[in-house]
């Protein structure tokens, strides 16, 4: 596999819109540990493996366990999530591929048991932001393996 384009350089522009984003999941409040469970899930939908590699990483250097991260992808059928997490992954699957089902009522109704009307936007700007980077990624044909956590750079 070879990258088409190295898009962090070719248009700069739209690189820091995106970080722009990025960069505002620090003021939401919302747990990071939970944040990264959500692009690891969405990467997943996605196919994403660039973004895979750096936020399984993340995760970690957040002191997210091995466990929570091996088995997210069956986040049903596993005791390991707290039922706020169950929710916002819920809502990460149905934003994620929202031309199947939108996001029903009642999804709505059981993320907002555990989240405000603003924490549900701020879910939704997550969510929104890494299948955009999932997209880039993806279409650049971005090659993973080469990125590092800042706690380890």
């Given at each position: 596999m070879e990258q088409r384009i190295n898009y962090m350089?070719?248009?700069?522009?739209?690189?820091?819109?995106?970080?722009?984003?990025?960069?505002?999941?620090?003021?939401?409040g919302l747990d990071m540990k939970l944040i990264e469970l959500i692009k690891i899930r969405a990467s997943q939908i996605n196919g994403c493996a660039y973004c895979l590699d750096m936020h399984t990483k993340d995760a970690r250097a957040n002191g997210e366990t091995e466990q929570?991260?091996?088995?997210?992808?069956?986040?049903?059928?596993s005791p390991f999530y707290l039922e706020s997490e169950r929710a916002a992954l819920e809502l990460?699957?149905?934003?994620?591929s929202i031309s199947a089902n939108g996001v029903p009522d009642d999804l709505y109704e059981r993320v907002r048991l555990h989240f405000d009307e603003k924490q549900y936007i701020d879910l939704v700007t997550i969510i929104i932001t890494?299948?955009?980077?999932?997209?880039?990624?993806?279409?650049?044909?971005?090659?993973?393996?080469?990125?590092?956590?800042?706690?380890?750079?």
């Amino acid at each position: 596999m070879e990258q088409r384009i190295n898009y962090m350089q070719t248009n700069r522009e739209v690189l820091n819109l995106m970080l722009q984003l990025e960069e505002y999941k620090k003021t939401t409040g919302l747990d990071m540990k939970l944040i990264e469970l959500i692009k690891i899930r969405a990467s997943q939908i996605n196919g994403c493996a660039y973004c895979l590699d750096m936020h399984t990483k993340d995760a970690r250097a957040n002191g997210e366990t091995e466990q929570r991260i091996y088995c997210l992808s069956a986040w049903r059928e596993s005791p390991f999530y707290l039922e706020s997490e169950r929710a916002a992954l819920e809502l990460t699957e149905a934003v994620t591929s929202i031309s199947a089902n939108g996001v029903p009522d009642d999804l709505y109704e059981r993320v907002r048991l555990h989240f405000d009307e603003k924490q549900y936007i701020d879910l939704v700007t997550i969510i929104i932001t890494i299948n955009g980077w999932n997209r880039l990624a993806i279409s650049t044909n971005s090659i993973p393996g080469h990125y590092m956590p800042a706690t380890e750079k």
